[in-house]
């Protein structure tokens, strides 16, 4: 199984709303990403976790909450967001150890949010 | 930090023709580059990759890339091109962070490719 799954596809939500994307993959790997990818741009970085422990949050707002409850699932918890955020939401995974340098990143399919 | 420069933006091309896209990057350490494409309404897919030995780097779909290390540059290229290989392009390049053990990569600003039937 080398897929990760994102859930849900789509989410609309108002600007006072909560909501949570989902993350998994079940390929035993130790390193998960959010990125965050606007329309005609290429992903940019949002957070990593290395073995459940959040690595980078390359300055992302605070109303971008991750959360890696166990090494197969990561979310992304989302409260009072802009317009200007909605966006296409990658997860991501590697396996990732020390010296191995051959390892891959396996992109999900991405939510794509908008937010009214 | 690295960075990643893609020069073309949008490539319009006919079936059968060739096809090479560039990619630069900036970075002074041991670098992993790769190719992902992303279909219209689809998720980002490896092409290939490059981490050491033959610079010459063959993929899936009869993509390949260059690393030539002396001009930063690892270009996509392929021989033929068909209608299905109509998608955007990201080139990326890989820097790991010690401590931690994680990777970071950094995405080019893509290539559309549209092939005319």
């Known amino acids: 199984d080398t897929e990760v799954t994102q859930t849900p596809k789509h989410l609309v939500m108002g600007m006072t709303n909560k909501k949570s994307l989902k993350c998994e993959q079940h390929?035993?790997?130790?390193?998960m990403y959010w990125y965050k990818q606007k329309a005609k741009k290429p992903p940019e970085l949002m957070f990593v976790?290395?073995?459940?422990?959040?690595?980078i949050n390359e300055s992302v707002p605070s109303r971008f909450s991750p959360e890696c409850p166990n090494s197969s699932l990561l979310n992304l918890h989302l409260h009072a967001l802009q317009p200007e955020d909605s966006a296409l939401y990658l997860c991501?995974?590697?396996?990732?150890?020390?010296?191995?340098?051959?390892?891959?990143?396996?992109f999900g399919p991405g939510t794509r949010l908008t937010v009214l | 930090a690295q960075s990643v420069s893609q020069h073309n933006h949008h490539v319009i091309l006919s079936e059968a023709a060739s096809l090479e896209l560039g990619c630069n990057y900036s970075y002074g350490g041991t670098v992993n580059l790769f190719w992902y494409v992303q279909y219209p309404g689809q998720h980002l897919q490896l092409l290939l990759k490059y981490f050491s030995g033959d610079p010459l780097v063959k993929g899936i779909k009869g993509f390949e890339a260059e690393f030539i290390k002396s001009k930063f540059s690892f270009n996509l290229r392929k021989p033929s091109v068909q209608w299905s290989d109509t998608a955007e392009y990201f080139c990326?390049?890989?820097?790991?962070?010690?401590?931690?053990?994680?990777?970071?990569?950094?995405f080019g600003t893509g290539t559309k490719l549209q092939v005319i039937p």
């Open positions: 976790y290395s073995y459940e422990k959040l690595s």
């Open positions: 390929m035993g790997h130790r390193a």
């Open positions: 991501a995974s590697s396996q990732e150890r020390q010296g191995q340098l051959t390892d891959t990143q396996y």
């Open positions: 990326a390049a890989r820097e790991w962070i010690w401590p931690g053990g994680y990777q970071k990569v950094t």
